[in-house]
């Protein structure tokens, strides 16, 4: 489920950066700009969830009702055509997919984790101040860090305290004051969820560079001299910028903020490309409205998660000795009046799942039970199955089945297996 959901929120992601890079990536409205990135965010979390929910909880109901069909019927080991094998295989790939996502999100998670635990080991260690809204921490000065703030703390090396001391307070404050730190987690923890897709890294990007945008407004609005506090960004464009959830001064290229400080205000009409984002988001849901592509999202999300139906439907696959189960026979195993009756029984006893049904779920289920020498049928096993709703039923069909005819060996009833194609469609 997480992969889908990853997947989903990704195309919301996309869309939306691509609104915004083409239509107010650069434009001198960083307060404006930052809510947008933030509604893209809000956007690519909060529509994924609905997506899924409706996907796997429609209660529009499907036209006609689901009907009931028996493949070919076989005893013994289940005939596995192309398509069967095609499935499984896809089936593999997605399993893989999965757990290649898995670890990826692990690994960006432990990577960000482990700069956030140094940032932290920085704060503790330093000199303390406290200013009453903020605390000032002082580093020592064999500590290459930019300047940055965090939460609602300022750390910068007693060196950058002497020489640019109020200015860089000004600056780191003016981060604290916009909660900036925020925005960052929730960039931070989306790329975690989604460390393979390029747009939340530049959606990170463009985030950072509108947080100091925006900080280098404020500061200059404050009546600093505009080419002492750019000196003092050159000079301070060294050292080790936290890229783990923190605002460094050094983060963004400085050239593009220097020329920022010189551009006039957006107009109020192109303030207006704001307005683009709403044929973004519907682009979005148009494609996760794509049959095929819903088809796909809705297979990974239930391949992905876990099946209870098959783990109590399985059986091992040795049988012990004394029980011996046999895969062919001389004379097969039969329902009670032959396939006819076996398959008149199915139609009066099979309920087609309500939540299947309605989530229009069809296709064919192989399952493969075990007749007793004395008839009795056990040991149900999913050989493929279509969904947990469906499948559970299968089971509870052939758990409630009438005893049949045994299989016979040399003339002696013995256990025998028995695979039974069942298609459900709609």
């Not at 996309?14 to 001198?28: D, K, T, V, W």
């Not at 890294?201 to 985030?207: K, Q, S, Y």
């Not at 296709?363 to 499948?391: L, M, N, Q």
Request: contains cysteine; hydrophobic residues 45%.
């Amino acid at each position: 489920m997480i992969l889908s959901y990853s997947l989903i929120s990704s195309i919301f992601l996309i869309f939306g950066y691509f609104a915004y890079r083409l239509c107010m990536s650069g434009e001198r409205q960083h307060t404006l700009n930052r809510w947008t990135l933030l509604s893209i965010y809000a956007v690519s979390i909060i529509l994924p969830i609905i997506i899924l929910y409706l996907m796997f909880h429609n209660t529009k109901p499907e036209a006609g009702q689901g009907t009931i069909e028996i493949g070919e019927v076989t005893g013994g080991i289940p005939k596995i055509d192309a398509k069967t094998t095609l499935n499984m295989t896809s089936e593999s790939i997605l399993k893989i997919l999965s757990g290649i996502y898995i670890i990826g999100a692990i690994v960006t998670a432990i990577y960000f984790l482990v700069g956030l635990v140094t940032l932290w080991r920085i704060i503790e260690r330093g000199e303390r101040k406290e200013y009453g809204t903020f605390q000032l921490i002082l580093a020592e000065d064999t500590c290459r860090t930019a300047p940055f703030s965090w939460g609602r703390s300022i750390v910068m090396s007693r060196k950058d305290y002497e020489e640019f001391g109020d200015m860089i307070l000004l600056h780191e404050y003016a981060h604290l004051r916009r909660h900036h730190w925020i925005d960052l987690v929730i960039a931070y923890s989306t790329i975690c969820l989604q460390w393979y897709n390029p747009a939340a890294w530049g959606l990170r990007e463009e985030l950072k560079a509108v947080h100091e945008y925006q900080v280098d407004e404020m500061v200059m609005n404050t009546g600093v001299d505009g080419k002492e506090y750019q000196m003092m960004l050159l000079q301070k464009a060294t050292g080790y910028g936290y890229q783990s959830f923190a605002n460094s001064l050094n983060h963004s290229k400085l050239l593009k903020r220097i020329a920022m400080m010189y551009e006039k205000k957006t107009s109020l009409q192109r303030r207006l490309f704001v307005l683009t984002l709403v044929p973004a988001i519907g682009a979005g849901i148009g494609v996760t409205a794509i049959p095929s592509v819903a088809g796909i999202l809705r297979t990974i999300a239930e391949t992905s998660g876990s099946n209870p139906t098959k783990a109590i439907a399985t059986v091992p696959d040795e049988t012990p000795e004394e029980r011996a189960v046999f895969i062919a026979v001389e004379d097969p195993a039969e329902f009670p009046e032959g396939m006819e009756a076996l398959m008149k029984w199915l139609s009066n006893n099979v309920v087609y799942p309500q939540e299947a049904e309605k989530a229009g779920i069809q296709g064919r289920v192989i399952v493969r039970f075990v007749i007793e020498a004395d008839g009795t049928v056990t040991h149900p096993e999913i050989i493929r199955g279509i969904s947990p709703e469906i499948d559970a039923e299968v089971v509870r069909l052939i758990n409630s089945m009438p005893k049949w005819t045994p299989g016979k060996v040399n003339g002696k009833e013995v256990a025998s297996y028995f695979t039974l194609p069942v298609v459900f469609r709609l």
